[in-house]
């Protein structure tokens, strides 16, 4: 059975595929912070500002590959078309394993994960999207897009720069100094063009 937070119809919101119609599966816990305020100071990744915590979301609940294949389905709104997929926490490296890759693709979809690149990943992902966060060390190396919260103490882009990902991305850091943040990145990708920027245009929209 795998946790789920919430599962949701959206478009993408961030990163290379910014825009395209998405169901989002939003796996319960994260290695890298419990999810509760207490924790937070402790934590190893202190700004998420994400629920990953319990199955209390939006289409949330337990589900095993079946169950899920049906709520994938049920979510996407163009039969004849392939449904594309999110995979995101939380960490969802934590639950993802082979079974559920292959059910998954078996079922016709495309699938993406966005990770925090400290543990193993099952073969055959479509999309591997790793977001490194300070002081975790990584064992993702290689990849289709690196993105980068910026700025993160112990996590300077240059520290990444020679992996093997097919894009890199700076993202602004949300949050009371967001604007200054996104004016610090936009400076770091036209200094250093191998990077490009990406907004949560989710959160400029205001869609889940």
């Known amino acids: 059975m795998y946790a789920l937070k919430e599962i949701f119809y959206t478009l993408q919101g ?5 825009g395209r119609p998405a169901i989002f599966l939003r796996f319960a816990g994260c ?6 305020e207490k924790h937070r100071l402790t934590a190893v990744c202190k700004f998420c500002d994400t629920d990953f915590v319990g199955v209390d979301g939006e289409g949330g609940g337990k589900y095993n590959t079946e169950e899920l294949i049906i709520k994938i389905k049920s979510l996407w709104q163009d039969q004849s078309t392939q449904p594309f997929l999110v995979c ?9 394993d082979q079974l559920l890759v292959d059910k998954l693709h078996d079922a016709g979809c495309y699938i993406s994960i966005e990770t925090n690149g400290t543990l193993p990943l099952p ?3 479509d999309w591997i999207t790793v977001s490194p ?3 975790a060390e990584l064992v993702i190396l290689q990849g ?4 980068l919260v910026y700025p993160q103490n112990d996590a300077l882009p240059s ?3 020679h992996l093997k990902f097919q894009r890199f991305s700076i993202q602004p850091m949300d949050g009371p100094d967001s604007q200054y943040n996104t004016k610090i990145s936009v400076e770091y990708c036209l200094a250093h063009p191998q990077w490009s920027l990406s907004l949560q245009t989710h959160k400029i929209l205001d869609i889940p």
Request: charged residues 25%.
């Open 14 to 18: 961030e990163g290379h595929h910014t």
């Open 31 to 36: 290695n890298l912070w419990s999810g509760h």
């Open 88 to 96: 995101t926490g939380g960490e969802p490296a934590m639950q993802m």
């Open 123 to 125: 073969e055959g992902l």
């Open 133 to 135: 966060k300070s002081s």
């Open 144 to 147: 289709h897009e690196l993105k």
């Open 159 to 161: 520290k990444f720069e």
